[in-house]
């Protein structure tokens, strides 16, 4: 279900909101997460962890709001009618998300590009499409390609560009534990897939690092 654009920026402007689960689901969770803490040899009723089932299961809804998002209702009615041919980018758009093999998570920062074709966006709805999709559990490929999907469909631009450079903890803390490798994906749509000149001022952008202003 799409939840009205007022319901949507509230969840996402608000930290300590939680996604709406009806009472018999939260004590659900709770239940099971208690059940995890018994499985690794934990005492769910020792003092530290007595209200940790509650906490991880609003920490966890928050976490994965993302499902009861839309990126049509974030960006509501923030695209206007513009002639211009240049390209726009938002770079560093800070992302949180988990990975959805170990619900570890990953993080990093996402650059997105558009070539408008008669539409511009607010600037600060790119990032709330970032949220939208972030906030699930992900794998970054495929978070990497939803947001440029979304980009096209609601602003169907002359040519979308995304860029996304996240460190995964599942590859940190456990498994191979590499603590320095970096995983770099991109997603190109219409003139920065087809036009090399613009794919290449794209990637120089993306990739740029500035000290500042």
């Known amino acids: 279900m799409i939840r009205p654009a007022s319901a949507v920026l509230a969840t996402i402007n608000e930290p300590d909101a939680v996604a709406s689960l009806a009472p018999e689901e939260m004590t659900e969770f709770e239940g099971l997460i208690r059940r995890q803490l018994e499985l690794i040899g934990e005492d ?4 530290g962890l007595a209200k940790t089932p509650n906490r991880v299961a609003k920490a966890l809804s ?17 695209v206007f009618e513009e002639d211009t041919e240049n390209m726009v980018m938002v770079r560093d758009i800070e992302l949180y998300s988990m990975c959805e093999h170990h ?4 993080f990093g920062r996402a650059h997105i590009a558009y070539i408008p074709n008669g539409k511009i966006v607010g600037l600060s709805k790119l990032p709330r499409v970032v949220e939208v999709f972030a906030r699930r559990l992900q794998v970054q490929e495929r978070l990497t390609e939803q947001i440029a999907d979304a980009v096209q469909d609601v602003l169907d631009p002359r040519g979308v560009g995304v860029v996304i450079e996240a460190v995964h903890l599942c590859m940190m803390m456990r498994g ?8 770099i994906t991109s997603s ?6 087809d ?9 120089r952008l993306a990739h740029h690092r500035s000290e500042g202003f």
Do not use: H, N
């Not at 769910?44 to 003092?47: K, T």
């Not at 928050?62 to 923030?78: C, F, K, N, Q, S």
């Not at 619900?103 to 990953?106: A, E, V």
């Open 188 to 193: 190109l749509r219409g003139v920065f897939r």
């Open 103 to 106: 619900m570890l998570p990953f």
């Open 195 to 203: 036009d090399a000149r613009t794919r290449s001022e794209f990637l």
């Open 44 to 47: 769910p009723d020792r003092e």
């Open 62 to 78: 928050w976490l994965t709001r993302g499902y009861e998002l839309d990126p049509r209702a974030v960006i509501g009615d923030a």
């Open 176 to 183: 191979v534990e590499k603590q320095s490798s970096k995983t």
